[in-house]
């Protein structure tokens, strides 16, 4: 079964923008939360943001607060990430991961997540 398919990335000069979709196949996305996760290269994986399943507060990590904006389609079943203003620091592969049932108060860690996508390339260049 593949729960998660992630799209939309790709080569982008800096200041540019992307919108990644996270579609989930086997569920419905408002009964999960989904996270989204980057990794440059040679670096561990960076909480990037947030979506809760039910009360549906969002979160984002410092690095892209302003710039990012994580939105869910349930009519579609699609999660999205708004990528603006990018920067060559952005650059990453980047993965959705969902959660059944999580109504959270932060970004977590990647142990706490029950589904992985097999992740999209975003390069930004200079």
């Known amino acids: 079964q593949v729960h998660l398919v992630e799209s939309g990335g790709g080569l982008v000069q800096a200041g540019g923008s992307l919108r990644l979709s996270c579609a989930a196949n086997t569920f419905t996305v408002d009964t999960y939360a989904i996270g989204w996760f980057r990794q440059a290269p040679g670096k561990n994986h960076e909480g990037v943001s947030l979506?809760?399943?039910?009360?549906?507060?969002?979160y984002y990590a410092d690095s892209v607060k302003g710039r990012f904006t994580v939105s869910r389609d349930n009519a579609k079943n699609l999660v999205y990430l708004q990528m603006n203003s990018l920067k060559p620091e952005d650059t990453g592969t980047y993965y959705c991961a969902a959660a059944r049932g999580r109504n959270w108060s932060g970004l977590m860690e990647t142990y706490d997540y029950d589904y992985w996508g097999q992740g999209t390339q975003v390069t930004v260049s200079s």
């Open positions: 979506i809760n399943s039910s009360d549906g507060r969002t």
